[in-house]
């Protein structure tokens, strides 16, 4: 509480500052305060992630791994041991000799020979991915291999999405997500510097144990341990849900979003009943309704910015949305020899 008034005090000093570097500054430090910056980049988990089955799948998976562990001397039980150890059964058998990089390829063609009937299609998943695609990167994270993980998202119905890739184990240098090299390596894929920027949704809460030590935002999907039935805790998780159905529950940002442009050419009230509007719903000037936007980023340029700043302001006093993010810029605006830097900033409000 103490924090956030802090931060609406520091607003309103901007306020009444006048629009320099001096005040930009001021911003920048009260972007601290935000809990996270935006996200720049989505990883989901495949299996029991993506889709839940009762764990049909990874039973199946299970039997087939200890099928092959047995000619290799393993049994079901010391296999699946070392799966709950490692993170995956292969870099058990790494880490204790039982089989080398070569064998490792076979080992991970092999065991992934299974039948898929029991991933059903979920076109209500694929209508949320959308949703996300459309606006942040992508990608799946599998301790598994690429092509299991293409096998399974053409069952879900969801293959066709613009995915950005891929990553597996390979990518991982056959490391599994308990390693935090494994994040490295994806972060470096997709191209991500900032690990805060980072989202990870997966079903394992010693990989979302990882992922958080990594820096990144994490969720954790499932409610139920797979082997006791038992309900399952994780402080790690910044979210738990009990499938990706409620992803637009937990990170509004991701879906429904508007950006509202704030000018000289109208008054703060004006833009406040404005950004009223849209968190709360209603209709517009011509009486049509309008559903209320989860995110909504309020942007100013210039002598404008202080109109931005008391909008949100206000929003967040009067508890319609809580201020999650501030960006600021120092865009040119004209051309040529009249091109000259001009303060903006933008700031995204979530829906409460």
């Known amino acids: 509480a103490l924090n956030s008034l802090l931060f609406i005090g520091g607003i309103f000093t901007i306020l009444f500052a006048p629009i320099d570097l001096r005040g930009l500054a001021a911003v920048h430090r009260f972007m601290a305060a935000a809990k996270h910056p935006p996200v720049e980049v989505f990883f989901v988990d495949c299996d029991d992630c993506l889709y839940q089955n009762n764990w049909a ?25 070392l799966y709950k150890t490692h993170g995956t059964c292969l870099k058990g058998l790494l880490v204790e000799g039982k089989i080398d990089e070569q064998g490792a390829e ?33 990608w799946i994270f599998t301790a598994s291999t690429k092509e299991h993980a293409q096998r399974c ?44 920027s980072c989202l990870f949704c997966d079903d394992s809460v010693k990989n979302i144990v990882a992922a958080k030590a990594a820096g990144w935002r994490t969720i954790l999907v499932g409610l139920n ?24 529950e937990v990170v509004p940002e991701l879906f429904d979003s508007v950006e509202m442009k704030v000018t000289t050419k109208k008054s703060t009230s004006f833009y406040i009943s404005s950004a009223k509007r849209f968190l709360q719903g209603g209709e517009d000037k011509d009486g049509n309704k309008r559903g209320a936007v989860r995110v909504l980023t309020v942007s100013g340029l210039g002598e404008a910015i202080n109109a931005a700043l008391a909008t949100a302001a206000v929003i967040q006093k009067e508890g319609l949305g809580k201020i999650d993010s501030i960006e600021t810029s120092y865009p040119q605006i004209g051309a040529g020899s009249s091109s000259r830097g001009c303060p903006l900033i933008k700031i995204t409000l979530l829906r409460i």
Not at 58 to 77: Q, R
Not at 117 to 127: E, F, N, T, V
Not at 225 to 248: Q, V
Request: aromatic residues 6%; glycine residues 4%; contains cysteine.
């Open 106 to 138: 076979t080992f991970l063609h092999e065991v992934h020979q299974i039948d898929y009937s029991d991933i059903q299609p979920d076109k209500a998943l694929c209508s949320t991915f959308a949703r996300i695609i459309g606006n942040t990167p992508c």
């Open 57 to 81: 799948t990874a039973k199946k998976i299970t039997n087939s791994i200890a099928a092959y562990t047995e000619k290799l001397g393993v049994s079901k039980e010391q296999a699946y041991q």
């Open 225 to 248: 341990d797979r082997d006791t039935g038992a309900r399952i805790t994780c402080d790690a998780a910044d979210f738990h849900i009990a499938s990706l159905h409620a992803l637009p």
């Open 153 to 196: 998202l053409e069952r879900i119905g969801i293959a066709d999405l613009d995915w950005k890739g891929i990553i597996d184990t390979r990518s991982c240098k056959l490391e599994t997500k308990h390693s935090n090299s494994s994040f490295e390596a994806a972060m470096a894929i997709a191209g991500v510097s900032n690990p805060a």
